[in-house]
Antibody, heavy 124, light 107 residues
Framework: DVQLLESGGALVLPGGSLRLSCGVS????????MSWVRQAPGKGLVWVSG????????YYADSVKGRFTISRDNSKNTLYLQMNGLRAEDTAVYYC?????????????????WGQGTLVIVSS | DIQMTQSPSSLSASVGDRVTITCQAS??????LNWYQQKPGKAPKLLIY???NLETGVPSRFSGSGSGTDFTFTISSLQPEDIATYYC?????????FGPGTTVDIK
């Protein structure tokens, strides 16, 4: 079975940093692009960032560009999201999600498996 | 960025009713449109990809259609377990964007 498990969510002060991790199993991690999607309390889904299967290409929503960094370690089957300069508006549940099909690009983002999410709260 | 809108924002229907949700993109996205279901406290689940393709294991009462800028998601016969929020998502251009969601409940 495909499994994704996020960790690293916490309460953090504005301006602080946090690194989220997403450990996966049940599929060939190095063959799939991956994404982070967040959901603020009571709000809708917002795609935050994506990374190609090889980790060579990344893309960010404007709201996090320059503050967040997505990366992956294919040898550890783990996806990361380094979040710096956190703001109150970054408060959300953060999901990692897997693309439906094997690909070397971010051209076909159809997210067929999701983790359970990890909660990030940015507050003083 | 491509903006996605959905209507209605919420609806209430009876078991067995046909339910239709529309999704509109701010520009032509051809058929690069997916639909997700999210139940309270749970992660989203991919139901339909590429406008009309049913994800494996998803009941056939769910369907999708459309192209260009206008898309439709249908539940042919609403079941109690379909209570959820439904989101459309385009992937024609990065960044991927989601619609604001449509909450479906039972009348």
């Amino acid at each position: 079975d495909v499994q994704l498990l996020e960790s690293g969510g916490a309460l953090v002060l504005p301006g602080g940093s946090l690194r989220l991790s997403c450990g996966v199993s049940g599929f060939s991690f190095s063959s799939y692009a991956m994404s982070w999607v967040r959901q603020a309390p009571g709000k809708g889904l917002v795609w935050v960032s994506g990374v190609t299967s090889g980790g060579d290409t990344t893309y960010y929503a404007d709201s996090v560009k320059g503050r967040f960094t997505i990366s992956r370690d294919n040898s550890k089957n783990t996806l990361y999201l380094q979040m710096n300069g956190l703001r109150a508006e970054d408060t959300a549940v953060y999901y990692c999600a897997k693309d439906k099909d094997k690909s070397y690009s971010l051209d076909f983002i159809r997210l067929d498996s999701w983790g359970q999410g990890t909660l990030v709260i940015v507050s003083s | 960025d491509i903006q996605m809108t959905q209507s209605p924002s919420s609806l209430s229907a009876s078991v067995g009713d046909r339910v239709t949700i529309t999704c509109q993109a701010s520009q032509d996205i051809t058929k690069f449109l997916n639909w997700y279901q999210q139940k309270p406290g749970k992660a989203p689940k991919l139901l339909i990809y590429d406008t009309s393709n049913l994800e494996t294991g998803v009941p056939s009462r769910f369907s999708g259609s459309g192209s260009g800028t206008d898309f439709t998601f249908t539940i042919s016969s609403l079941q109690p377990e379909d209570i959820a929020t439904y989101y459309c998502q385009q992937y024609d251009k990065l960044p991927v964007t989601f619609g604001p969601g449509t909450t479906v409940d039972i009348k």
